[in-house]
């Protein structure tokens, strides 16, 4: 009888050995996150896409944006040629929250092109330059566009040179069609913007000594539309 209370008394003490030892154990496995134990690489992931889409401003389409060109008053050109122009943008250009994505005095580099549909011409932006504090920051091409400009201005034979060039940029072709009415002396070559020059000459001078130009405004005639969203990365 000894032996067999002998052996109850160690199986019971075992038990609650063994009970104590699971209890203090539980709670060190119940403490550990285990979310940031199994997934480190997803946290990670999205963690950097967070910050990735912080760093991208998007100005939607449809948004206009204000030009200015100081270089003239007005810019002649006919209505089949093609001019390189650089706009800078007259005002500052914000997103939805606020903040300033194109700055004011950013460059849009593109061309004055015909539209022929319309017998008119209209700026087709190609590439945005922005600037801050006169420094270039980034290069970023732009799809947007001006309305089509349909303004003529007729040139004659006997009108006054300054009538028709006081403040005004050239296309090459236009340069050519009032050299050919009003004289070779009649345009200074640094009045003359890039284009066809004399090869689209023929044409555009009309009877009687006369021509017609597109007369374009470059200030109040080429505000440009974004024709999608502009993404950028700040």
């Known amino acids: 009888m000894f032996e067999r209370k002998r052996n109850s008394h160690a199986k019971t003490a075992m038990l609650v050995a063994l009970l104590m030892s699971s209890t203090a154990i539980l709670p060190i496995f119940s403490l550990a996150p285990a979310s940031a134990q199994l997934f480190p690489s997803r946290e990670r992931e999205r963690n950097d896409r967070d910050r990735t889409f912080s760093r991208r401003a998007i100005v939607p389409e449809g948004t206009e944006i204000p030009v200015m060109y100081d270089e003239a008053e ?94 005004a940029a050239i296309g090459g072709a236009a340069a050519a069609v009032i050299s050919a009415i009003l004289g070779d002396r009649a345009i200074a070559t640094e009045e003359v913007l890039g284009g066809a020059g004399l090869g689209a000459l023929a044409g555009w001078v009309l009877g009687d000594g006369e021509a017609e130009l597109i007369s374009i405004d470059p200030n109040s005639d080429l505000t440009l539309t974004l024709n999608s969203d502009l993404v950028i990365r700040r």
């Open 74 to 167: 007005k810019i002649l050109v006919t209505k089949d040629e093609t001019v390189p122009v650089t706009l800078e943008v007259a005002a500052n250009i914000r997103n939805r929250n606020g903040d300033i994505i194109i700055p004011y005095g950013s460059e849009i580099v593109g061309e004055i092109q015909p539209v022929k549909s319309e017998e008119g011409s209209q700026f087709v932006a190609e590439t945005l330059v922005i600037k801050e504090d006169g420094e270039t920051i980034r290069e970023k091409s732009i799809d947007a566009t001006s309305d089509v400009i349909t303004r003529t201005e007729i040139v004659e034979e006997g009108a006054g040179v300054g009538d028709i060039l006081k403040g």
